[in-house]
């Protein structure tokens, strides 16, 4: 029963572990996209944390059925906040993409080092 | 059961993290973001986030590896190799972030346990959403009425934010390209000379498409709503692009149509509220649209649902062929 007990925080600590490789990627890679990739990583993470704060034991997706008897709901409120993350997310990667493309065509690179070597 | 299946999902999650990290090869990581997004995806549809595994799925598997396939395109799929030098750097940035994480790890035992119903994120508003979506909008789907209407502001604000990383991205592409570097290879336009994707995609597209409208227009009553609606269409349409030439697909829908789309959704989206206010109530207070509050609810969260889904699949267009074209220049 212990263990099972234990279990219970598996998703959090897998969420610390995806956010610390999300972080390696971002300090470590001098590539450019390989940055943004740890960043997008670094954003599921959080992702993951929020919807494992809306479970409910027993529950089912907050979705209200006619004729069932006291229905057990998970959280909806953070499956809104992530839902539009998500979207946001994708926007704001391809604004990062589109300054990573533009700096290749001025530099010729998009390796960190050599960036901030050619200035 | 099923939780076992999310322990082994959750595992995996980490392993392919682990590869996209490692792997030197951009491309390679990129297909595994691909695979990445897909597991979080069902681990959403676990924790019980339909919604949010819908949108994950189609956004995260779908048009995010396109959009980084595109750039990936332009900017050359190798990494260079780190040099010998830089071990130290590797150490410091290990111990940095293993700290990191084994400090979050130690924190989480203060945490209430998966699933406990007395953790205190479900004490708070989150029942009363519960109760009360039944009596104002008279809908099942508790999470596109918080989205719409009891939490508008926040997506307002969301919509805008899509609506101007849209804009950036065109300002910063939309400058021509200097003819000199880049010495990437120009590839062929579409897939037009495969026949499997050529014959699977062809009979996909309608069915995306039409899945797309589907959760656009039953959000209210199953998962769905106007951000799934808007990045399946994209996806569909931009499925059709990789298969038959970018030139094609902007024939079908008009670069201008999409910028209509964007700028039309957000205004359509911001002048519903402003009508709420004229109509006596507060700012996309939608209760006062109609005589019956009921269906001035409903009313209110169907047209700014479809700004919604139009500002988003317009954007998400926008910026892929925004890449798209920058490749074709260059």
């Known amino acids: ?119 | 059961m099923i939780y076992i299946f999310a322990l082994f999902l959750l595992t995996l999650l980490v392993i392919t993290a682990v590869a996209i990290v490692r792997t030197e090869d951009l491309f390679v990581s990129v297909i595994l973001t691909s695979i990445f997004s897909l597991l979080m995806a069902i681990n959403f549809f676990i924790l019980d986030a339909a919604d949010v595994a819908l949108t994950e799925a189609a956004v995260g598997a779908g048009v995010t590896t396109v959009i980084f396939l595109c750039a990936l395109a332009l900017t050359g799929d190798q990494e260079k190799p780190q040099k010998e030098g830089q071990n130290r750097g590797q150490k410091v940035a290990l111990v940095v972030v293993g700290f990191l994480a084994l400090l979050i790890i130690y924190s989480t035992f203060d945490n209430p346990r998966l699933g406990d119903p007395d953790a205190p994120v479900h004490q708070h508003v989150a029942p009363w959403y519960l109760e009360k979506t039944p009596e104002y909008m008279d809908f099942p789907n508790v999470v596109t009425a918080i989205l719409s209407s009891f939490r508008g502001y926040d997506t307002l604000g969301e919509v805008f934010v899509v609506f101007a990383a849209c804009i950036g991205v065109l300002f910063i592409l939309g400058v021509s390209p200097p003819r000199k570097s880049l010495q990437v290879s120009v590839r062929k336009s579409g897939l037009r000379h495969h026949l499997i994707p050529q014959v699977v995609g062809r009979l996909l597209i309608p069915f995306i498409v039409l899945f797309g409208l589907y959760t656009q227009f039953h959000g209210e009553y199953g998962p769905g709503g106007g951000f799934q609606a808007g990045a399946l269409i994209a996806t569909g349409v931009i499925l059709y692009a990789l298969l038959e030439g970018e030139a094609e697909a902007l024939r079908a829908v008009p670069r201008r149509v999409l910028l209509g789309m964007v700028v039309g959704g957000a205004l359509l989206y911001g002048s519903v509220g402003v009508v709420c206010m004229l109509m006596g109530g507060s700012f996309l207070d939608y209760s006062v649209l109609a005589a019956d509050p009921v269906w001035g609810q409903q009313l209110g969260i169907l047209i700014i649902e479809a700004g919604v889904g139009m500002a988003v699949c317009g954007a998400l267009l926008s910026i892929f062929h925004a890449f798209a074209a920058r490749e074709r220049l260059t």
């Open chain 1, 1 to 119: 029963m212990k263990l099972l007990e234990m279990l219970g925080y598996y998703n959090y600590w897998v969420f610390a572990i995806l956010l610390a490789i999300g972080l390696y990627a971002v300090i470590r890679k001098t590539n450019l996209i390989k940055k943004l990739i740890g960043l997008s990583i670094f954003q599921s993470a959080v992702f993951l944390m929020y919807i494992t704060m809306d479970k409910v034991e027993g529950g089912t997706a907050p979705i209200i059925q006619a004729g069932v008897e006291n229905p057990i709901f998970s959280n909806p409120l953070p499956q809104v906040l992530i839902l539009t993350a998500i979207v946001v997310g994708v926007s704001t990667l391809s604004l990062g993409l589109a300054m990573v493309v533009r700096i290749k065509e001025c530099y010729g690179t998009i390796e960190e080092n050599e960036i901030l070597d050619a200035d």
